[in-house]
Nanobody
Framework: QVQLVESGGGLVQAGGSLRLACTVS????????IGWYRQAPGKQRELVGT???????DYADSVKGRFTISRDNAANTVSLQMDSLKLEDTAVYYC??????????????WGRGTRVTVSS
């Protein structure tokens, strides 16, 4: 059974940093594509970034240069380092796994999300 569990969310001041983790069980992250999404209140879900099985990473323009995705094959986790956080980064963040080399939507599995609140 494939499960994804996000952790690391919380409250942070604007300009600060948070690191989210997506712990995966049931499959190996190094053979699959992972995506990070977010959904702010009243807004559509946004794909923040992806990492494919080969380790190629892509980011949405809204987070490029501030967010960094990394993968730890030994721990079977994918992390999202968020720096220079802005008020508009406030959202519930989800990780998702696509059982493919390259991430395509819709993904096969979702985590339950972790809330990130950026305060002024």
């Amino acid at each position: 059974q494939v499960q994804l569990v996000e952790s690391g969310g919380g409250l942070v001041q604007a300009g600060g940093s948070l690191r989210l983790a997506c712990t995966v069980s049931g499959v190996l992250v190094r053979f699959n594509a992972i995506g990070w999404y977010r959904q702010a209140p009243g807004k559509q879900r946004e794909l923040v970034g992806t990492i494919d099985a080969g380790g190629i990473i892509d980011y949405a323009d809204s987070v490029k240069g501030r967010f960094t995705i990394s993968r730890d094959n030994a721990a079977n986790t994918v992390s999202l380092q968020m720096d220079s956080l802005k008020l508009e980064d406030t959202a519930v963040y989800y990780c998702a796994l696509d059982r493919a080399y390259t991430f395509t939507e819709p993904p096969n599995y979702w985590g339950r999300g972790t809330r990130v609140t950026v305060s002024s």
